[in-house]
């Protein structure tokens, strides 16, 4: 099986890919109109094995929108916080992982989602 290994050049590597990332914003393209502003959090851990493996969640199947579904953590930012605290606030309350703000290796584009996010 080809995986990639959860180690520190894995890490780098990402970081400099990110750091060399020209991130699109939604807003300089004008997708924001009418859209909630929201942040997830793309995990990346190790699979118990020394591989890499991204942490996912299920949404419960008692909500009435996207039910079953599986998600990246995240949420809807709160009023005067960054995409970074949203973030880090929604693993927190999601799924019980408290990240350090050093721990983000960087930043990708705003998506525009059809669920108005």
Do not use: W
Not at 3 to 20: E, K, P, V, Y
Not at 30 to 45: D, E, H, N, S
Request: glycine share 10%; hydrophobic share 40%; net charge negative.
């Amino acid at each position: 099986m080809n995986f990639l290994r959860f180690n520190d050049a894995l890490r780098a590597a990402i970081t400099r890919n990110l750091t060399s990332l020209v991130a699109a914003s939604s807003q300089a393209q004008g997708q924001t109109q009418g859209l909630k502003r929201a942040a997830v959090c793309l995990i990346l851990t190790d699979d118990g094995e020394g591989g890499a493996a991204l942490v996912l969640t299920r949404r419960a199947e008692r909500l009435s929108t996207h039910s079953g579904q599986y998600a990246l953590p995240g949420g809807r930012m709160d009023t005067g916080e960054s995409p970074a605290e949203a973030a880090l606030r929604e693993a927190r309350e999601e799924i019980g992982i408290e990240l350090a703000p050093e721990s983000i290796l960087g930043r990708l584009d705003d998506y525009p989602t059809r669920s108005g996010y």
